[in-house]
């Protein structure tokens, strides 16, 4: 497992942005699948996105497509979660996941995104 760190939370307007971090231990960090989820208070916890170990396979929720990107840096060992014209539904907890593809097992601890209104 891949020990996982998030950063780069916090409160925004609606309409703004913000982008997330995800710094990975690890030194076979670019081996590994990465993600992105978020859960929102009394709802289950859904995914976001994901990119791919190449970096060339990107998936994301018909949700956030188009308003979102997700990218990474493999020297850095870090994941990024760009969030563009945000709304107050994306409003959650965002975890960020490693592993293999569409199952993943290391996740971080969560970085708190609140949209306002």
């Known amino acids: 497992q891949v020990q996982l760190v998030e950063s780069g939370g916090g409160l925004v307007q609606a309409g703004g942005s913000l982008r997330l971090s995800c710094a990975a231990s690890?030194?076979?960090?670019?081996?590994?699948?990465m993600g992105w989820f978020r859960q929102a208070p009394g709802k289950e916890r859904e995914f976001v996105a994901a990119i791919g170990w190449r970096t060339d396979s990107t998936n994301y929720a018909d949700s956030v497509k188009g308003r979102f990107t997700i990218s990474r840096d493999n020297v850095k060992n870090t994941v990024y979660l760009q969030m563009n014209s945000l709304k107050p539904e994306d409003t959650a907890v965002y975890y960020c996941?490693?592993?293999?593809?569409?199952?993943?097992?290391?996740w971080g601890q969560g970085t708190q995104v609140t949209v306002s209104s």
């Open positions: 996941v490693a592993g293999r593809w569409g199952q993943y097992d290391s």
């Open positions: 690890g030194r076979t960090f670019s081996s590994y699948d």
